[in-house]
């Protein structure tokens, strides 16, 4: 059993049989901390089946039972003071828009604000994930240089973290880039991405590597 | 610890602004912005602005002031800068990142005009 859990029954015996009612609120935060918790991963696998549908070439609709646990998830780590919760689940929030609603042009404050609060938090590989998506609404907004900067940044914070899968699909995001911007060799950066894709086991990466090989060409 | 709102809220995240964000790009390409939409807008910026004015915290607190000024100008114009807007947003964001209450009403106004005057 979960130890806030065990917490929150111990405050409650405390409570009614020892009439030390002083650590109720204890209580809630720590059930608020493991709701947060529950919350957010309930999201999380919500999102991983609406993209496994679609890798299995469905089309699958938006989700509000997924946005309102990401959403609920972030009420309840703003109101702990949670900032590498509260990071993720923005994150997220901004990736349910992004990805699953297809709305590209207005999560630039969701993503810039989960990659200020992963920075406050020191938690890099939510950072990582926050730039990457800057990335591709500075991508699609024109902005390329900015798209080349944030992904160069998430890419260096993903190979610092040895996060090799991560590493591998950035580099393709990178090779779409530059076959829009003629900045860059899209296949060397695939070839890069292949290999780390094989290597990490990132079978899923490695789709996308030959995705792009027959888009870019 | 829970952080001072300074009474800005417009609401606890994006989505009621998403929702309203459908009907807001309908319009984008007809008209000027859904009215109430930006009376919200220049209501929050207000709230923003008598809070960087009485915080410490804020890096160059006139111009931040400068900055809600602008944006309130731009977001009520009949067809909206969205350029001008975004870099707004993001150098007033610059600016009170050291207050996070701050820096929260700051990105929620950004995405509720994102929404509504649409995207840069």
């Excluded at chain 2, 947003?89 to 994102?114: C, D, K, M, N, S």
Aim: aromatic share 4%.
């Amino acid at each position: 059993m979960d130890d806030r859990l065990i917490e929150a029954r111990e405050l409650y015996h405390a409570a009614v049989f020892g009439g030390a009612d002083d650590g109720l609120d204890v209580a809630d935060r720590a059930l608020d901390g493991l709701e947060a918790d529950t919350t957010l991963a309930r999201g999380r696998i919500r999102h991983a089946r609406h993209l496994a549908a679609r890798a299995a070439g469905e089309q699958p609709g938006e989700d509000p039972t997924e946005i309102a646990l990401f959403e609920r998830a972030l009420e309840l780590y703003e109101s702990l003071g949670d900032t590498r919760g509260a990071a993720e689940a923005q994150f997220l929030v901004g990736c349910y828009h992004q990805v699953v609603r297809g709305d590209m042009d207005t999560t630039e404050p969701m993503f810039a604000r989960a990659r200020d609060l992963a920075a406050e938090a020191g938690d890099d590989l939510t950072r990582s994930y926050a730039l990457r998506h800057l990335a591709f609404t500075a991508q699609h907004a024109g902005r390329a240089d900015e798209a080349r900067a944030a992904l160069a940044e998430s890419t260096d914070l993903r190979r610092s973290l040895g996060f090799t899968a991560g590493v591998a699909a950035n580099l393709v995001a990178e090779a779409y880039l530059a076959a829009e911007t003629g900045a860059g060799d899209p296949s060397a950066l695939l070839d890069q991405a292949a290999t780390l894709a094989a290597t990490s086991g990132a079978h899923a990466v490695a789709g996308w590597v030959s995705e792009a090989r027959l888009a870019i060409g | 610890m829970s952080q001072p709102t300074y009474g800005i809220s417009i609401g606890r995240d994006n989505h009621g602004a998403v929702a309203a964000g459908d009907h807001a790009r309908a319009v984008r390409n007809t008209v000027a912005p859904a009215a109430a939409g930006v009376e919200s807008i220049v209501a929050e910026l207000a709230k923003i602005r008598a809070a960087i004015e009485h915080d410490d915290g804020v890096t160059d607190r006139h111009k931040a002031v400068r900055d809600v000024d602008a944006l309130a100008d731009e977001v009520r114009q009949e067809d909206p800068d969205t350029d001008a807007i975004r870099a707004a947003f993001v150098r007033l964001i610059g600016r009170v990142r050291p207050v996070a209450a701050l820096a929260t009403a700051v990105y929620q106004v950004w995405a509720l005009a994102e929404n509504v005057v649409g995207g840069a």
